[in-house]
């Protein structure tokens, strides 16, 4: 089933911190879409859950030095 998600990110400022998270969450299995803005500190993502979780995407994101505040 694919799922879209909304989530708050800190952290973010410029283009490369939205390449950074975008290229992580696109090496994730199951990831259709990224859309990182640093501007909103928001990153969409759109996947399918059986591929993927919801945790293993926050993750990726704390991996790529930044960190999820809610969805």
């Known amino acids: 089933m694919r799922e879209s ?5 800190t952290g973010m400022k410029c283009g490369g911190c939205e390449a950074s998270v975008t ?8 990831v259709l879409y990224v859309k990182a803005s640093s ?3 928001q990153v969409q993502v759109d996947f399918i859950a059986e591929k993927t979780t919801l945790a293993a995407i926050k993750d990726a994101i704390a991996s790529a030095g930044y ?4 969805l």
Do not use: P
């Not at 998600?5 to 990110?9: F, K, P, S, T």
């Not at 290229?23 to 199951?30: A, P, R, V, W």
């Open 67 to 70: 960190t999820v505040v809610s």
């Open 23 to 30: 290229n992580k969450l696109s090496d994730l299995e199951g």
């Open 39 to 41: 501007q909103e500190q």
């Open 5 to 9: 998600v909304l989530l708050n990110v």
